[in-house]
């Protein structure tokens, strides 16, 4: 069993920074690619950014310049830093990785944490 937690989601005005990160634990044997997504109220769930274990990233338009993503591998942690916050990136931001465990591969997920940019 692998599990994925996110934390550092919170209300921040305009202009504002904030890191979010992601751990998993459990069962691991491999990580490969992780990423983050999000979704707005009535909106669909969107990538965000995502991050090979080599260190290859792909971020959506909407944030390029802004958010940088990054993963520490030695602690199965990815992290999204966030800066220029608009009241558009409001949103659950949910937490991807695809992981080899003892017995399968597969892509998991995080329970998301809000993040709310208002003034």
């Known amino acids: 069993q692998v599990q994925l937690v996110e934390s550092g989601g919170e209300l921040v005005q305009p202009g504002g920074s904030l890191t979010l990160s992601c751990a998993a634990s459990?069962?691991?044997?491999?990580?490969?690619?992780m990423g983050w997504y999000r979704q707005a109220p009535g909106k669909q769930r969107e990538l965000v950014a995502t991050i090979t274990s080599g260190g290859s990233t792909n971020y959506a338009e909407s944030v390029k310049g802004r958010f940088t993503i990054s993963r520490d591998n030695a602690k199965n942690t990815v992290y999204l830093q966030m800066n220029s916050l608009k009241p558009e990136d409001t949103a659950v931001y949910y937490c991807n990785a695809r992981v080899l465990s003892s017995t399968t591969l597969g892509d998991y997920w995080g329970q998301g944490t809000q993040v709310a940019v208002s003034s």
């Open positions: 459990g069962s691991i044997f491999r990580i490969y690619a």
